[in-house]
């Protein structure tokens, strides 16, 4: 059995030869790579990404309103 932190551990320190790849490749085909469940190498989950939504009501999305803001032209006009 070769534990998931050994492989990175060899591959941190550059001991990965091509022997040990070879074992690594033959392990993982019979299932005799096992998952560290110790804790001690295990990645971090990683945060759960949630898109914004838009607003809906029955599925339908709801459009903000358009801010317009307007300005009477007579400021250009000449006196």
Same mark, same amino acid.
């Given at each position: 059995?070769?534990?998931? /932190?050994?492989?990175?551990?060899? =591959? %941190? /320190?550059?001991?990965?030869?091509?022997?040990?790849? =070879?074992?690594?490749?033959?392990?993982?085909?019979?299932?005799?790579?096992?998952?560290?469940?110790?804790?001690?190498?295990?990645?971090?989950?990683?945060?759960?990404?949630?898109?914004?939504? *838009?607003?809906?009501?029955?599925?339908?999305?709801?459009? =903000?309103?358009?801010?317009? =803001? %307007?300005? /009477?032209?007579?400021?250009? *006009?000449?006196?």
């Amino acid at each position: 059995m070769i534990s998931r /932190s050994q492989i990175k551990q060899w =591959a %941190r /320190s550059g001991q990965l030869t091509p022997e040990r790849i =070879a074992q690594i490749v033959a392990a993982h085909r019979t299932g005799q790579v096992e998952r560290d469940v110790s804790g001690v190498d295990v990645a971090r989950p990683q945060p759960l990404m949630v898109e914004p939504q *838009l607003p809906r009501v029955g599925g339908t999305e709801i459009v =903000a309103p358009r801010i317009e =803001a %307007r300005v /009477s032209k007579v400021w250009w *006009l000449p006196r």
